[in-house]
C-alpha cells in the first residue's frame, strides 16, 4: 500500500520560506509523477508544482520562480521549497503521486 506523508508545514511571516517534505513508501516516486496541490479554504484543490520521473517540472504560474519541487530517489522524498511566500499561499499543502495517492496534508499559513 502506498503512504505518502507530508511534513514541513506551519507558520510564516510574508516574505519568509518553507520546505515541505513527503516522504514515500517505497520506491513509488522513481515511478509516478509526483505532485503538490494546495487547497485554500472555501476553494477547489489545485497543482502547485510536479516532477517526473526523469526530473521535468512544471509549476503553477502564481508560484513559478517562488516554488521549486525536487526529489530525492535514495530517500523516497520529495520537497516542496517555498520561497518569498504571500498571504494567498496560504492553504493545505497535499502531496500526491500520479493524482492517485494522496498524503494527509500539511498547514501552511502567511501571516503577519
Known amino acids: 500500500q502506498v503512504q505518502l506523508v507530508e511534513s514541513g508545514g506551519g507558520l510564516v511571516q510574508p516574505g519568509g520560506s518553507l520546505r515541505l517534505s513527503c516522504a514515500a513508501s517505497?520506491?513509488?516516486?522513481?515511478?509516478?509523477?509526483m505532485g503538490w496541490y494546495r487547497q485554500a479554504p472555501g476553494k477547489q484543490r489545485e497543482l502547485v508544482a510536479q516532477?517526473?520521473?526523469?526530473?521535468?517540472?512544471n509549476y503553477q504560474y502564481s508560484v513559478k520562480d517562488r516554488f521549486t519541487i525536487s526529489r530525492d530517489n535514495a530517500k523516497s522524498t520529495v520537497y516542496l521549497q517555498m520561497n518569498s511566500l504571500k498571504p494567498e499561499d496560504t492553504a493545505v499543502y497535499y502531496c500526491?503521486?500520479?493524482?492517485?495517492?494522496w498524503g494527509q496534508g500539511t498547514q501552511v499559513t502567511v501571516s503577519s
Open positions: 500526491s503521486a500520479a493524482g492517485r495517492f
Open positions: 517505497g520506491n513509488i516516486i522513481s515511478f509516478y509523477i
Open positions: 516532477i517526473t520521473s526523469d526530473g521535468i517540472t
